[in-house]
């Protein structure tokens, strides 16, 4: 759930010239109408400095003066003003004014203004199965050709499969968050000769370690949160998420996504099995809060701060985390908190469980067009990860502009081909699973209300028959 040096030269000028001959097929730069993109496509469109005088980078958009397009998203404060940042000088070479409205209850506060005829040109999908239903009920458009060309040269096949329904394609990747990390301190690892654990054994070679060297007081080896309101249970999903990709792999995590085995199946009790043995054994959690039950009532927010107490080792969560640490924390590689990646159980497998977000048009207007074209471009991604704070699997991203060093390193890992690239499964499945049982039924296992078994079989018997 959601809860975020370009090269230039020939390769950039050719990729515009392309593009521009597209457009001039198609009637002219001021209706992008099947051709379009940015002046600087896929192995071309690789950024660019979006602080330049000139607008080469965003000339094959076409002139638009006088019109706007709207953008609906639950991205707000911060990071809202630093989305309308990205669309400066868009506007500035364009003509084009984009105005973003985030807000609150997004997934059913979309649907409502579309059933109303109110739905705006633009929304930023957080969940590929509320695209899917979106799509389904004829309020999103295919996307145009200008945005899959952009889309097929700067994004792998799993990202463009998530903006996919049906064989069509509707909607392009934006920011992404790694989800497969643990965050731990790297003074304390230090100070107790702990070493970055590289497999499954060997992470919990590590925390029977730990455990042994603090087995009196309160710190422990891990520490976790899964409170969060009316979506409580949700960090859980994503341990089991992690898991299932790497006992199974990527075919099984597709087959239980879609509901091609029961989410009882053997495989996916045996995923389950590895986050237990973590998360329900009081000599490995909860430190620094309390036994293995306090993980269901300790908020997601709170979860890995024992790091910085000394009373915790390590914290899985995503990129995102950071955000959580107090202001004034040194995060780096010698700081006070860093990331690794969360192990495989198989040595030399790269498996990646992500979170992001998709792009859909609700009409075909030219203006659209152009700005869903600069959205899926490179030149779009870097500009919003120079500002900061979030990460993009653009190929185009240069990961030196990342804001920090987990960013940094969450940015290298999208975009390494080793990586076996899997999306959020609960985001990914229908709502009374993913966002209903599935989070229920990971609290009530990690509360000791119901076994492992018990769980499973309840939400198995909560997917909808159709």
């Not at 979006?50 to 953008?71: L, P």
């Not at 409580?232 to 792999?249: Q, S």
Request: net charge negative; charged share 25%; proline share 4%.
């Amino acid at each position: 759930m959601r809860t975020f040096t370009t090269r230039r030269g020939a390769a950039t000028l050719a990729g515009a010239a392309a593009i521009a001959l597209t457009l001039a097929a198609c009637g002219g730069a001021d209706n992008l109408g099947g051709g379009g993109g940015g002046s600087t496509t896929g192995g071309g469109d690789t950024g660019g400095d979006a602080g330049s005088s000139d607008c080469s980078d965003f000339e094959a958009y076409g002139k638009h003066e006088g019109k706007t397009v709207s953008i609906t998203s639950s991205i707000r404060e911060v990071e809202a003003d630093q989305l309308q940042d990205t669309f400066e000088k868009f506007t500035e070479c364009t003509g084009i004014t984009v105005q973003h409205n985030g807000i609150g209850e997004f997934e059913n506060q979309i649907v409502v203004q579309a059933e109303g005829g109110n739905a705006p040109d633009l929304a930023i999908f957080p969940q590929p199965g509320l695209l899917k239903r979106m799509v389904e009920e004829n309020y999103v458009k295919e996307a145009p050709e200008s945005v899959e060309k952009l889309v097929d040269e700067g994004w792998t096949e799993d990202w463009k499969a998530y903006g996919t329904v049906n064989d069509k394609f509707y909607a392009a990747p934006l920011m992404a968050s790694v989800k497969s990390f643990v965050w731990y301190s790297p003074k304390a690892f230090q100070e107790g000769g702990y070493e970055i654990p590289k497999t499954w054994d060997e992470l919990m070679t590590l925390t029977d370690k730990i455990a042994s060297e603090h087995s009196e007081g309160s710190t422990r080896p891990w520490c976790a949160g899964i409170e969060s309101g009316g979506a409580t249970g949700w960090p859980a999903t994503d341990w089991i998420e992690d898991l299932v990709l790497r006992v199974g792999g990527g075919d099984v995590y597709d087959q239980w996504v879609n509901h091609e085995i029961p989410f009882n199946d053997a495989k996916i009790k045996e995923s389950a099995e590895y986050v237990g043995k973590i998360l329900t054994d009081d000599k490995y959690v909860n430190g620094g809060i309390g036994d293995a039950r306090s993980i269901a009532n300790t908020s997601f927010n709170d979860g890995g701060l024992p790091i910085l107490d000394g009373e915790c080792f390590m914290h899985r969560q995503a990129s995102f985390y950071e955000a959580q640490w107090p202001q004034g924390t040194n995060v780096g590689e010698d700081g006070e908190a860093f990331a690794f990646p969360l192990p495989p159980v198989n040595e030399g497998e790269v498996p990646l469980l992500v979170g992001g977000e998709f792009v859909g048009a609700f009409n075909d207007k030219p203006e659209t067009e152009a700005v869903q074209a600069y959205m899926a471009s490179g030149t779009w991604a870097n500009t919003r990860v120079e500002i900061g704070g979030v990460t993009s699997a653009n190929k185009a991203v240069d990961a030196s502009k990342a804001s920090s060093p987990v960013l940094k390193q969450a940015i290298e890992l999208l975009q390494d081909e080793n990586s076996v690239v899997r999306f959020d499964g609960s985001d990914l499945m229908p709502s009374e699973v993913g966002a209903g049982s599935f989070w229920k039924g990971m609290t009530q296992w990690l509360n000791k209300e119901k076994d492992l078994d018990g769980v499973l079989n309840d939400i198995e018997a909560s997917w909808p028959a159709n």
